[in-house]
């Protein structure tokens, strides 16, 4: 996997990368992450700024390192900035599951002046297509539309692995979150894409996601196939 030092100090995109892995149970608690010569190979980078990637998130308590035994990973829960309850992935990761994301599209869209989106975001916005797998099986689509302006030169380059810290290094900084539920029927594409039959009825959730003025930055839209998981919200 490639990094780019376009986008800030290469230990701290590795330190996001493998934090994001750990807390989506791609590196299981308890277990060892790969070793420091396969993350460099991995990741094209010098021994050093593996070190670095890693120390810091020693220090954040999720890794533990031992001489001679590899780092493991101790903690697999990272504190949710949304709410003082646990998120949804990380309820399933605690039970066992194997949560991984993946980048379906990434492009810029032009907006109808009919639409809700118009009224939100105006002519154009960057549109985000991704799905979470549910032990390797799609569970979720999720579309986002975001108020951003790449040039296609910045589209080719970019590269998603958290979708909230990638909006964080473009300056979109995220304040309040409002979500509402509803049973809908998913457009043709995501039924397919979640192995589902066409007018079947499925948890919808819609987001919008203001910043500290009340302007909406991000809406999107993610239907869950119900009949492997139940959605599960906790409370402290």
């Not at 390797?136 to 979708?163: A, G, V």
Request: charged share 30%; proline share 3%.
């Amino acid at each position: 996997m490639n990094v780019n030092r376009k986008k800030g100090p290469l230990y701290l995109q590795i330190k996001e990368i493998l934090k994001d892995r750990i807390l989506h149970g791609v590196y299981a608690i308890n277990k060892n992450i790969p070793s420091e010569p396969q993350l460099e190979k991995e990741f094209n980078v010098s021994k050093i700024t593996i070190r670095n990637a890693i120390n810091e998130l020693v220090q954040e308590g999720y890794l533990e390192k031992k001489s001679g035994k590899g780092t493991k990973v101790i903690a697999n829960v990272s504190n949710a900035k949304l709410s003082k309850g646990k998120r949804f992935t990380e309820i399933l990761v605690e039970e066992g599951h194997n949560i991984t994301k993946e980048i379906i599209s990434l492009k810029k869209v032009t907006l109808s002046p009919e639409t809700l989106l118009y009224s939100l975001f105006g002519e154009q916005c960057l549109q985000i297509d991704r799905i979470y797998r549910l032990d390797h099986e799609p569970y979720i689509y999720f579309t986002h539309y975001i108020l951003l302006d790449l040039t296609e030169e910045e589209l080719k380059d970019t590269q998603i692995n958290s979708l909230y810290r990638f909006l964080e290094e473009n300056n979109i900084r995220l304040e309040s979150f409002r979500d509402e539920f509803t049973v809908s029927s998913a457009p043709k594409h995501i039924c397919e894409t979640l192995k589902i039959e066409e007018n079947t009825a499925i948890l919808k959730r819609i987001r919008h996601s203001y910043d500290e003025e009340g302007n909406v930055l991000e809406y999107s839209e993610g239907y869950y196939n119900t009949t492997k998981q139940n959605y599960i919200v906790t409370y402290e």
